[in-house]
């Protein structure tokens, strides 16, 4: 079998995957299939099939690419990712999370093998389907093109406050994790640098400049020194809470949050930018500015986590987290096709944010401003 993964291609032995697959179940396991579903920017995913003593089952086998930046550069790096992940993911709160069923590593020549002959890893995760949740972003661009909310949109969002306010509530004592946290957010492959350094070149575009990107990058560091000692913060986090497939509702209004990511304690404010950052981009991104019904979601969220958390400082340490997940969401290859107006509006909402000591929820117009 051929595992196409970006530019690199890898052989996995059928009958070694049975034998694998044997072990594992101890009882006889047949194959059907391995088809590949797709790739991102992170991952490449295949759908693999099999028998175990005539009856079926189906995982999804992930495998982290290698050659897109993020970070990801070296085998070493991509092994870290799934050995998190599959922490993160059978750690989630019960029935928000699909299971991660095992992290193994590939040789050259196909087989399943100690880590020391290993050329890649690959995870082995349940399936998720569109039957068990369609991703939230559904519903946002349900709302932009109806320009108007319905119970269920409210429901729900109060629903994404309630999942946080729970996750959040898991606290630990170190100091180490904290900072180690904050330092990521300014360096880590995946967050705010290495976006930058997955940008196309910064010296080409037309939206910002590398002064403006240099900035940015000089005032992240401060920030980084202002924060980076309020570690009775430190509490258990989701790490990638966004609604591109990763937040899902079950037709019964439960909550899936699957693809927990990055770190498992950290800022609390990192999970809360994430998800509400959405509201004033799918606004931007359609309207042009901030205005309904993303209005009415963006306060209810953010006033709704901080009723429920009794997060008072939450406004005082979010400006950097909002600038990270700011280059998120203006990344080009993400979204191509944005007009120069919308995306200078975002990055105008990251240069202000990190300008004011303090993040007020009613001031999201001023912060788009020029």
């Not at 890649?120 to 109806?146: C, M, N, S, W």
């Not at 010296?203 to 020194?225: C, G």
């Not at 009775?232 to 591109?244: A, T, V």
């Not at 404010?269 to 959405?278: H, M, P, Q």
Request: hydrophobic share 40%; proline share 4%.
């Amino acid at each position: 079998m051929k595992l196409q993964v970006g530019p690199k291609s890898f052989t996995l032995k059928e009958k070694e995957f049975e034998n694998y697959l044997s072990h594992r179940f101890k009882k006889q396991t047949r194959v059907v299939s391995l088809s590949k579903l797709g790739e991102g920017f992170h991952n490449a995913g295949f759908l693999l099939s099999f028998k175990v003593e005539g009856k079926e089952r189906r995982w999804v086998m992930r495998i982290v690419r290698g050659d897109t930046g993020w970070g990801h550069d070296y085998l070493g790096d991509r092994a870290a990712v799934l050995l998190l992940q599959h922490q993160l993911f059978n750690t989630a709160p019960r029935g928000t999370c699909c299971r991660s069923i095992d992290v193994a590593a590939l040789s050259k020549n196909g087989k399943i093998v100690s880590l020391r002959d290993a050329v890649e890893f690959f995870d082995l995760v349940e399936e998720v389907t569109d039957k068990e949740g369609r991703p939230y972003a559904d519903d946002l661009f349900r709302i932009a093109r109806e320009h108007a909310l319905g119970d269920v949109d409210l429901k729900r969002c109060d629903m994404l406050v309630d999942y946080l306010a729970k996750l959040h509530s898991q606290k630990k004592k170190n100091p180490i994790l904290y900072k180690r946290h904050i330092r990521d957010l300014v360096g880590h492959g995946e967050m705010l640098m290495g976006v930058v350094d997955t940008y196309p070149d910064i010296r080409k575009l037309d939206f910002t400049s590398p002064k403006e990107i240099e900035d940015i990058e000089v005032k992240m560091v401060k920030w980084r020194n202002t924060i980076k000692f309020m570690d009775h913060r430190l509490s258990r986090i989701h790490g990638d809470y966004h609604p591109f497939g990763n937040i899902r509702f079950r037709k019964d209004n439960s909550i899936m949050a699957l693809d927990l990511a990055r770190e498992e304690f950290g800022e609390p404010a990192d999970d809360v930018s994430c998800l509400s950052i959405n509201y004033i981009f799918f606004s931007v991104w359609h309207y042009g500015k901030f205005v309904e019904p993303f209005k009415t979601l963006f306060d209810r969220f953010m006033e709704g986590y901080v009723k429920a958390t009794g997060d008072e400082e939450l406004c005082d340490v979010i400006p950097p987290f909002y600038a990270f997940r700011g280059l998120v969401v203006t990344h080009p290859l993400y979204y191509p096709d944005m007009e120069y107006t919308k995306r200078r509006l975002m990055f105008n909402f990251i240069v202000n944010v990190l300008n004011h000591e303090r993040f007020e929820i009613d001031k999201v117009d001023e912060y788009l401003g020029a």
